[in-house]
């Protein structure tokens, strides 16, 4: 009889251990969060065309990533230098269902001014817009290799899918001609 009262308070335990179990992963291993909308400024912010999949520009994106170019700016140090976070709070670069939830603008916004109360600060004292562009464009070669962002289409597309303008944009800005607004 003391055996079988304790065979079922195992069996209660068990079953309440694995009722939390499935909970936690509810929480934690549910599909990657999109970021909040990039703020209003930052719409028209788009890559240059020219430079998605293009080897010279990742090439020197990465020198910024790595710190090769600028030591100060180390962003390979909590992102790891494949996209594998080596610092706590740094997400998976190569997860593409997580890269694949921004869009240019909103990579760039968050390079450019930071996520505040976290250990992402903003670059854009130490880097151009031209140079947070190249390092996302290396960026993207982790999670997002042979695609690029239509902000047309909102959406990622093939490398070698024709761009839909941005809706309401006349024109893009010439290459290397930075937009002031
Ligand atoms: C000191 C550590 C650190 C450095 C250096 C750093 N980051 Fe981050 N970065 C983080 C953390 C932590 C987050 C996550 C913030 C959050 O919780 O939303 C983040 C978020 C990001 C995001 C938003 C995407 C996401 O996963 O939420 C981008 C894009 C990004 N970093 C790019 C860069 C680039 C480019 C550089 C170099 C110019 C850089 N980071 C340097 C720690 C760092």
């Known amino acids: 009889m003391k055996v ?6 195992v069996f209660v335990i068990g079953l309440a251990v694995l009722g939390l179990s499935i909970s936690a992963c509810g929480g934690e291993s549910g599909p990657p969060q999109p970021p909040p909308p990039a703020p209003p400024e930052y719409a028209d912010k788009h890559m240059p065309p020219d430079y998605w999949n293009n080897p010279a520009i990742i090439e020197e994106g990465k020198a910024i990533f790595t710190g090769v170019q600028n030591i100060d700016v180390n962003c ?3 992102h ?13 670069f190569r997860n593409t269902e997580h890269m694949k939830l921004y869009s240019d603008s909103q990579w760039f916004w968050r390079v450019n001014e930071g996520v505040a109360g976290t250990k992402m600060k903003a670059w854009k004292s130490k880097l151009s817009e031209d ?3 190249k390092v996302i464009a290396f960026e993207a070669t982790f999670g997002l290799n042979g695609q690029k962002y239509d902000p047309g ?7 070698d899918a024709p761009m839909t303008a941005p809706a309401g944009a006349a024109s893009e800005p010439a290459e290397g001609e930075p937009k002031t607004e």
């Open 153 to 159: 289409k909102k959406a990622w597309v093939p490398a």
């Open 131 to 133: 140079a947070i562009w």
């Open 76 to 78: 390979a140090s909590c």
């Open 80 to 92: 790891g230098k494949d996209g594998k976070p080596v610092k706590a709070g740094a997400r998976d």
């Open 4 to 9: 079988y009262q304790d065979g079922k308070i």
